[in-house]
């Protein structure tokens, strides 16, 4: 009886080994992009890449030319500009015209968020954060314009619908 017992539950151990060993890798047949790497089935994609193989630019979905209108502390104002692609970034856009300024700035495109790091254009510096809607036609950007003393000179909120 004893013997039998122990055949039963060596059986049952081999099974449940072998159950475990059949485990499906869930990242087989996953190919994830641009040092992405898969989890769970999923790739997790490095900064500047997205999608579901990691080999969308995360700055792609701004590229497009906007009517803009700025409303700031001193003035309100409409202009146009385009946002294209800097050659060979992932991450990074030239936002042309910007503030109406006819310069040219760059921006740092994260996600659903375009970030203005500091920069200076004519004596001034700039600084800001947009965020693109879910529909991506429209983005809401709020800067603010500093003096070569940091001071603020002036605060926008712009409003840029994809043309």
Excluded: W
Aim: neutral net charge; charged residues 15%; proline residues 2%.
């Amino acid at each position: 009886m004893n013997k039998n017992r122990n055949h039963i539950i060596f059986f049952v151990l081999i099974c449940v080994s072998l159950l475990g060993a059949c485990k499906k890798n869930p990242c087989k047949g996953v190919n994830c992009e641009n040092g992405g790497f898969c989890n769970d089935g999923s790739c997790l994609c490095p900064a500047g890449y997205e999608g579901n193989d990691c080999s969308v630019f995360s700055s792609k979905k701004f590229i497009a030319q906007y009517l803009i209108t700025d409303y700031c502390s001193s003035d309100t104002f409409n202009y146009q500009s385009d946002l294209t692609q800097i050659p060979d970034s992932a991450t990074y856009i030239l936002f042309g015209n910007f503030a109406n300024s006819g310069k040219n700035i760059r921006a740092k495109a994260n996600g659903n968020q375009l970030l203005i790091e500091q920069q200076v254009i004519n004596q001034l510096t700039i600084n800001g954060l947009g965020i693109i809607d879910t529909s991506m036609h429209k983005i809401v950007l709020s800067y603010t314009v500093y003096s070569s003393t940091q001071q603020i000179i002036d605060s926008c909120a712009a409003v840029m619908i994809r043309q």
